[in-house]
């Protein structure tokens, strides 16, 4: 007779991290290159940045820049374009289930639009 090991269940409670983490999706299921909700991604922060298993993590989107056009300029037939950086905006949230040294899987809980490679985390 082969004695089983007794079931060990563990429990994530959902929590924000302690400090301030920013870190980036570096990882989207079978190589794409956007993915959305329920998809698993592999973000550049672990252990070594105060990750834990059951980190919630607030998911944001770099719109890059826009060109903006000086208007005394145009008169004077000298265009001035310079560019404006966009804010970034908060497309959704993602739970930690997984963590290494420097690494660590999370499933996209929610999203507003497509989660991108390069896309931003942070503390909620």
């Keep these: 007779m082969v004695q089983v090991p007794k079931e060990r269940i563990i429990n994530y409670p959902p929590h924000a991290p302690d400090k301030a983490v920013e870190g980036q999706i570096i990882g989207l299921p079978t190589s ?3 993915s959305g909700r329920d998809a698993v991604i592999t973000l550049d922060v672990g252990a070594k940045d105060g ?14 820049k826009v060109d903006v056009w000086d208007q005394k300029s145009r008169f004077l ?15 959704g949230v993602a739970f930690v289930f997984r963590v290494f040294d420097k690494v660590s899987y ?19």
């Design 77 to 91: 037939n000298q265009p001035d374009k310079r560019s404006l950086q966009l804010p970034q905006e908060r497309i």
């Design 106 to 124: 999370a499933l996209v809980l929610n999203t507003t639009k497509q989660v991108e490679l390069g896309d931003w985390v942070r503390k909620p």
């Design 51 to 64: 990750i834990e298993i059951g980190h919630v993590l607030a998911l944001y989107h770099d719109p890059g």
């Design 32 to 34: 794409l290159i956007e």
